[in-house]
């Protein structure tokens, strides 16, 4: 049994009944729940239920890795995404100098390049809100956006933070979710990737107090044991012991570093960091964008690459690396004029 799986089984599946609009009671490792019908019905199980999250446990509805409610549950939290939808205007939308924009930003690695034709059309992106909640000793809420070219799946996050100068029209609050499994999937997965840098950020300052405190504590505990031995041993010397005593508490003495090593694992539990990231909101935003076809050659190898003129953030956006993902303003073409970052040459 996994003790930090087992919790973050039991957050998920709260959240999730709670999501629905029903109701749970903590009972310390299991919940009880009163489920809506709706729930309770695609998860093919009954309206007032007792949930475990034991793999080893002998309740009827046990949720762990790997078993059949955990999927079906899985299945139902993916569905219920809100996603709202918004369309963004601009008085004015660039359309030249993007030769120079280009070179200010890019570096093509092993590539010369020109800006051939110019295209103002449309494009989405799609903004993320997931909230996160990290949980050791004390735990710590917050909420993170993250904002990506729906086409290229490059993180454009910094276009939330613009979001609120521009014209915006929202529309259809409540038009049902149309992002795929598989798109979710896919953002999931970036979200996953953004998330790291963000959150180390975030929680730096969490992360040193209970380090500090699982350093005090472990300090604290290795100052017991030690005086606790010493104080066995000195009793030992004392005159009178019989020989059974003595082994007695030869025997104790030998167990105290098991005890220690024990308590110490407790205590790394205890300051441990377990983050907990929820998808928790999605807005399509349709944005005006331009095109800038960019014509680049290897030697005698040509290929066109697009470009993304990003009206919001007044500025190209980069690209994606063919190999690992990540993006980039320095493209190297590979042998199949693919683009590949700096670490993927
Ligand atoms: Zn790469």
Known sequence: MNYNNEINLKFFSEDLIKGYGGAIEDRGRGIDAVLPEELAEELSVPEYLSLQFDAEGDGEWTIHYGSPLLDKMVTAARERIPVTRSVLHFDYLKTAGFERLVQELFYFGNAVGKVGEIASTFNEYILLYCSYLAQSDEQKEGLLTFVYNRNTLVEVSSMAEHLAEISINSTDKTSPV???????????????????????????????????????????????????????????????????????????????????????DDLFNKYSIRIRLKLSGAVLIRSPIVKVFFHVSVGRKKKTITLFYNPTLKSLEPLKCRKCGKDTYKPFFGKQMNILCSQCI
Request: hydrophobic residues 35%.
């Open 178 to 264: 149309d992002l795929s499994g598989k798109e979710i999937e896919i953002i999931e997965q970036l979200v996953q990737h953004s998330a790291q840098g963000v959150l180390s950020a975030e929680l730096k300052d969490f992360e040193s107090s209970m380090n500090r405190r699982y350093r005090r504590d472990v300090k604290n505990l290795n100052e017991y044991y030690t005086a606790l031995r010493q104080e066995m041993e000195k009793n030992l010397q004392r005159s009178g012991l019989s020989e059974r005593l003595i082994a007695d508490r030869q025997e104790k003495i030998g167990l105290i570093p098991a005890e220690l090593a024990a308590k110490t």
